[in-house]
């Protein structure tokens, strides 16, 4: 019987996949206020993951397939911090270990291969994050969102939605503001005639890529102006930051404030997209608004939430779905495109993540290929 190091085998099981992911890396697995004593299961990088939490609050993340006879352990119970299958009641606990077989003829012995696979998470900015490589999990690969931890400052509401498409092209569509006076109009969009006098800036800090738009003298768009009414009172300045962190972490952060002032009348949202490849042609979006205005506002949250879903689970995903259906592959490069100047950071993102995960497959290909030095025979 042949036996592979743990960390061998599961390097291996991950080059199985069918499609090319950033592994060793974060991805949101879920918010915060979706994980509960109840079992939960979703599916992250075309793998079922069962979250819960334990009695004492700290998140378990599982395999949700039963290694028995592949019945989904979501539809089991949780007894205490032991998760029972529904089919035959084999026992698990967060740590993946087989507890109890139930079953006197085999004299209650654990079978060998009755182990469930793991996944290190950490609950930061109201998300729980899961690490879906075989490395060793790197906190400082969080993305920074940290407003999301500031209520003092910052007011927010949060949402999630299923794309019938690449995470890619989601990356493209929040990287690219200018659709927004097209796709957006009479929303969040700017005008048109604004669009054409702002200042853009495109740059990179390692492997955080900006793109940074500023400009004078404007009216905000009308959804800004709906969450402020005082914006319309007045032009603006505006500023447009948007970034990126591997592999689909986004932040969009606009302020806008009474033009040639110092700040006037701020008004500053932080709009977080983090998006999880679910499998191939299917992503979920994590979608989080953040304001610094109206802390005590309920009724904002209502307009604000009606506005995320017009713009970014309406207008957004429906022209991303489209995209999908004509294109039919995540491989933009393969086709032939009239370029913008609007693609500049969305392409330089591509190829950077192109070059994370084309060197994440070399590892693994060398793996792979000194695997059988690491084999050791074992008596069964």
Same mark, same amino acid.
């Given at each position: 019987?042949?036996?592979?190091?743990?960390?061998?085998?599961?390097?291996?099981?991950?080059?199985?996949?069918?499609?090319?992911?950033?592994?060793?890396? +974060?991805?949101?697995?879920?918010? %915060?206020?979706?994980?509960?004593?109840?079992?939960?299961?979703?599916?992250?990088?075309?793998? /079922?993951?069962?979250?819960?939490?334990?009695?004492?609050?700290?998140?378990?993340?599982?395999?949700?397939?039963?290694?028995?006879?592949?019945?989904?352990?979501?539809?089991?119970?949780?007894?205490?911090?032991?998760?029972?299958?529904?089919?035959?009641?084999?026992?698990?606990?967060?740590?993946?270990?087989?507890?109890?077989?139930?079953?006197?003829?085999?004299?209650?012995?654990?079978?060998?291969?009755?182990?469930?696979? *793991?996944?290190? *998470?950490?609950?930061?900015?109201?998300?729980?994050?899961?690490?879906?490589?075989?490395?060793?999990?790197?906190?400082?690969?969080?993305?920074?969102?940290?407003?999301?931890? /500031?209520?003092? *400052?910052?007011?927010?509401?949060?949402?999630?939605?299923?794309?019938?498409?690449?995470?890619?092209?989601?990356?493209?569509?929040?990287?690219?503001?200018?659709?927004?006076?097209?796709?957006?109009?009479?929303?969040?969009?700017?005008?048109?005639?604004?669009?054409?006098?702002?200042?853009?800036?495109?740059?990179?800090?390692?492997? *955080?890529? +900006?793109?940074?738009?500023?400009?004078?003298?404007?009216?905000?768009?009308?959804?800004?102006?709906?969450?402020?009414?005082?914006?319309?009172?007045?032009?603006?300045?505006?500023?447009?930051?948007?970034?990126?962190?591997?592999?689909?972490?986004?932040?969009?952060?606009?302020?806008?404030?009474?033009?040639?002032?110092?700040?006037?009348?701020?008004?500053?949202?932080?709009?977080?997209?983090?998006?999880?490849?679910?499998?191939?042609?299917?992503?979920?979006?994590?979608?989080?608004?953040?304001?610094?205005?109206?802390?005590?506002?309920?009724?904002?949250?209502?307009?604000?939430?009606? %506005?995320?879903?017009?713009?970014?689970?309406?207008?957004?995903?429906?022209?991303?779905?489209?995209?999908?259906?004509?294109?039919?592959?995540?491989?933009?490069?393969?086709?032939?495109?009239?370029?913008?100047?609007?693609?500049?950071?969305?392409?330089?993102?591509?190829?950077?993540? /192109?070059?994370?995960?084309?060197?994440?497959?070399?590892?693994?290909?060398?793996?792979?290929?000194?695997?059988?030095?690491?084999?050791?025979?074992?008596? %069964?």
């Amino acid at each position: 019987m042949r036996r592979l190091v743990p960390a061998i085998a599961d390097a291996r099981s991950e080059s199985d996949s069918t499609m090319n992911y950033l592994r060793n890396t +974060w991805y949101a697995a879920a918010w %915060a206020d979706e994980v509960s004593r109840n079992l939960f299961s979703r599916e992250i990088l075309e793998e /079922q993951v069962l979250l819960f939490r334990r009695e004492d609050g700290s998140i378990a993340a599982v395999s949700n397939v039963c290694p028995h006879r592949f019945a989904p352990l979501d539809k089991g119970r949780l007894i205490g911090d032991v998760v029972e299958c529904p089919y035959h009641g084999l026992q698990f606990d967060g740590s993946g270990a087989c507890v109890r077989n139930p079953h006197p003829h085999g004299c209650g012995k654990i079978p060998p291969r009755a182990r469930l696979k *793991t996944y290190p *998470t950490i609950e930061r900015y109201g998300v729980i994050w899961i690490w879906m490589g075989w490395k060793t999990p790197d906190p400082a690969l969080l993305p920074d969102y940290g407003w999301l931890e /500031q209520p003092e *400052t910052y007011r927010e509401i949060h949402g999630l939605c299923e794309v019938k498409a690449y995470y890619e092209l989601i990356v493209d569509n929040v990287l690219d503001l200018t659709h927004l006076p097209y796709l957006h109009e009479g929303g969040l969009g700017v005008s048109k005639k604004d669009l054409e006098v702002e200042n853009v800036e495109d740059v990179n800090e390692g492997d *955080t890529y +900006w793109c940074k738009r500023w400009s004078n003298g404007i009216a905000p768009s009308p959804d800004f102006m709906r969450f402020n009414p005082i914006l319309a009172e007045f032009k603006c300045d505006k500023t447009n930051y948007v970034r990126w962190n591997a592999p689909s972490h986004v932040a969009i952060m606009p302020n806008y404030w009474k033009s040639g002032t110092d700040r006037e009348h701020l008004t500053n949202l932080h709009i977080a997209t983090m998006l999880t490849p679910a499998r191939e042609g299917h992503t979920w979006q994590f979608w989080s608004l953040a304001r610094n205005f109206g802390l005590d506002n309920d009724p904002l949250d209502e307009i604000m939430r009606k %506005a995320a879903r017009v713009g970014l689970e309406g207008e957004d995903v429906d022209i991303i779905e489209a995209q999908y259906r004509n294109m039919g592959t995540s491989d933009l490069f393969s086709l032939k495109l009239a370029a913008l100047p609007g693609d500049i950071t969305p392409t330089r993102v591509r190829r950077a993540l /192109q070059r994370m995960i084309a060197q994440e497959q070399a590892e693994l290909a060398e793996i792979a290929s000194q695997a059988h030095e690491v084999e050791t025979e074992a008596t %069964a």
